[in-house]
Structure formats: structure tokens, C-alpha cells
């Protein structure tokens, strides 16, 4: 399924409108303000139900709650609630309950599976499967890991593949993001009462397990590891730089993308379920803000480097060639800009 095909004005959406905290809403607030500033997916939301009738009729459609929060949220610039979507919170996501605070990336998966649901609405349930990887969900975040088992008796690999819609890094014993990736794709040995059957050899043998990224997503989530299983917080202060270059992650003779930092969702407090989030979004004409629910605030430049940086998101630009090509982008984007400065 490709990506429906919309007017070029759907682009011209500039920055969102701050949104209410309605009672325990923020974590709510920060991850609808990442997909609000998010282009490809409000290209693809406002076309729905825009010259057709929406398939799912009375029934809660998550497409049609959050294009009604994208259509105000960037036609005004005065704070409003985000009713459409917080407002069947239950709906998005049983377990969750109005009025209790929640984890950011557990909505935010919630939500964008919702929108998958939505627009997969009336499709038998037995080709529902096999179409959800080719939705322009998937095609907008989806991705592919691969995980390969190289048996260290006959050098025979073995792969797996396995589809994702975000990137959870550990990082307990990582300073910065590219420390995680390294952590995230360095080998695992499988020796000893962990000994890898190996399906050339037909026995039991030391095999080396390694994690790759095998496609990369055009938008792509990082989730930091933040709490542990029980629930505490991981707060040290991991670093991570505006532009990522995915390449040195990659599978091999995959491409590997360059990326630039377009949102930010950070937690602040000891548990997932308590503290505040808020979030950092870039505008289209490339300028930062602050998005602290009903509070918008004007940056100088990118928010590098937050302590409490909980999920980044960051948009593909170009293959990942290096520092000169990060520069490069980098002047582009700046010559875009300025034009539009001085006219203001």
C-alpha cells in the first residue's frame, strides 16, 4: 500500500499550538506534539476523510480523532485540549486510565497502532497480517532488524528478521547515543548451557549472536531505556548530537541513512508513571521549541544533549557519508532559512 498522493499545501503546517494538561495529560501532550511536527504522517492524516467518508462511520477512528487535533493545532495559535484523542484514552489503550500519569512511549506505540487499526479497518482478519508491513504507517516508521547466528565451527549463518516501528536502546552502561547503538549490535556468545544448535552442523556448538540494523525507517524513534523492569530510573546523562549517521549500525552492504533530530520527549521525576513530560519540537522553517503542554517557548538553536532526553525522533536526509556530508546539509538547510528571516 503506498502513500496516498496529497497536495503539496498539506506541508505547509508551520508549529503547533500548545495543548492542555487536562489532568496527568502530559505524557499524552508531549507524544501528540512529536507526531504533530512530524511531516510525512500529516501529509497522509489530513488527506483522510477529506473527499471520501471515513470507512470506520460512528465508530472511534483514531485517524479522524487525530487529523481533528493536526487541523487545530496548526490552524490556531491559542492552547487548546486535545479531547478528540485523550478523551478515549481507554479506546487507544485499555489498560490506561484518564487522570493517571502513563508512559510517553507506551502511548505513543499505543497511538500509532491505532492509526494502523484504523486504516486496515474492514480488512479480513486473515490478510491483516499480511498487510500491516506494507501500510504507509509502516512505510513512514517501520523498519527491519536483523539477527544473525554465525556458528564458530563451520562459519554458517543463520537470519532472522523481525519488523519494528521504534529503537529501544540500553543504557545503563552508555554515555552517549552512539555508545548505545554500539552496545545494541556488539555480539552476544552462546557457549557452554547456552550452545547454539546449528542447523549445518546438526550439533550443539559456541555460535556468536549479533543484532544489525537491517532496513532503516524514513522517520525513525529512538527509545531510551529509562526505567528498569521495576520501574527506576535510569538518570544519568546520555549525549547525542543533531544529525546521526545509521551507516556504521547497518547490516552489511545495507544503506545506511543520515538523520537530523526533529523531536525530543524528556521525563523528568523517578518513574514512568509519575514526573512530567514535556517535549522539543522543530518547526518547519527549521526553528525550536519547547512544547510544555499549554506553554510553547522559542530556542535558539537545537536542544542537544538534555539530560532528561527520554525518545528522540529523528528524519532521514541522506545516506550516511560522513562529517563533510553532515556540513553540508547542515549550510543547505541553514540557506533555506535565511532567506525567510530577513523577509520577517
Known amino acids: ?26 505524557f499524552l501532550n508531549s507524544a501528540l506534539q512529536c507526531l504533530l511536527h512530524t511531516p510525512p504522517l500529516l501529509r497522509v492524516v489530513i488527506a483522510h476523510g477529506k473527499d471520501n467518508k471515513c470507512r470506520i ?20 495559535s491559542s492552547p487548546f485540549a486535545p479531547s478528540p484523542v485523550s478523551s478515549r484514552l481507554q479506546t487507544i489503550a485499555k489498560h490506561m486510565r484518564r487522570g493517571r500519569q502513563e508512559d510517553a512511549h507506551e502511548f505513543l506505540r499505543y497511538a500509532i497502532d491505532a492509526m494502523q487499526k484504523a486504516y486496515l479497518h474492514g480488512v479480513p482478519s486473515k490478510l491483516e497480517p499480511k498487510l500491516a508491513d506494507t501500510t504507509w504507517i509502516h512505510k513512514i516508521f517501520g523498519g527491519k532488524l536483523r539477527s544473525r547466528v554465525s556458528c564458530q565451527g ?49 550439533k550443539h556448538v559456541n555460535a556468536e549472536k549479533r543484532f544489525t ?11 531510551l531505556k529509562r526505567f528498569s523492569p521495576l520501574g527506576r530510573k535510569i538518570g544519568h546523562h546520555v ?34 508513571n509519575s514526573g512530567h513530560y514535556y517535549a522539543y519540537v522543530k518547526s518547519r522553517l527549521g526553528k525550536w521549541h519547547e512544547m510544555n503542554d499549554e506553554v510553547v517557548s522559542g530556542l535558539s538553536g537545537p536542544p542537544v544533549n538534555k539530560k532528561m532526553a527520554y525518545i528522540l525522533r529523528k528524519r532521514m536526509i541522506k545516506a550516511g557519508v560522513g562529517g563533510r556530508e553532515e556540513e553540508r546539509v ?3 538547510r541553514q540557506w533555506r532559512v535565511m532567506p525567510k528571516k530577513r523577509r520577517m
Open 154 to 202: 563451520c562459519g554458517h549463518n543463520s537470519d532472522t528478521f523481525d519488523r519494528i516501528l521504534d529503537l529501544s536502546l540500553d543504557i545503563i552502561k552508555a554515555d552517549s547515543l552512539k555508545e548505545a547503538l554500539k552496545s545494541f549490535i556488539s555480539p552476544d556468545y552462546l557457549k557452554g548451557a547456552d550452545k547454539y544448535k546449528c542447523e549445518k552442523c546438526k
Open 1 to 26: 500500500m503506498s502513500l496516498p498522493n496529497t497536495p503539496r499545501k498539506t506541508y505547509t503546517c508551520d508549529r503547533a499550538s500548545g495543548l492542555y494538561n487536562t489532568g496527568n495529560t502530559c
Open 330 to 332: 547542515k549550510r543547505k
Open 239 to 272: 549525549t547525542y548530537d543533531e544529525h546521526l549517521n545509521l551507516q556504521p549500525y547497518m547490516s552489511k552492504d545495507q544503506f545506511g541513512p543520515m538523520y537530523t533530530l526533529y523531536g525530543i520527549i524528556c521525563h523528568a521525576g523517578s518513574g514512568p
Open 57 to 76: 462511520g460512528d465508530k472511534f477512528c483514531m485517524l479522524c480523532a487525530f487529523r481533528q487535533v493536526v487541523v487545530q493545532a496548526h490552524k490556531s
Open 213 to 223: 540494523i537491517h532496513e532503516a525507517p524514513p522517520v525513525l524513534t529512538v527509545h
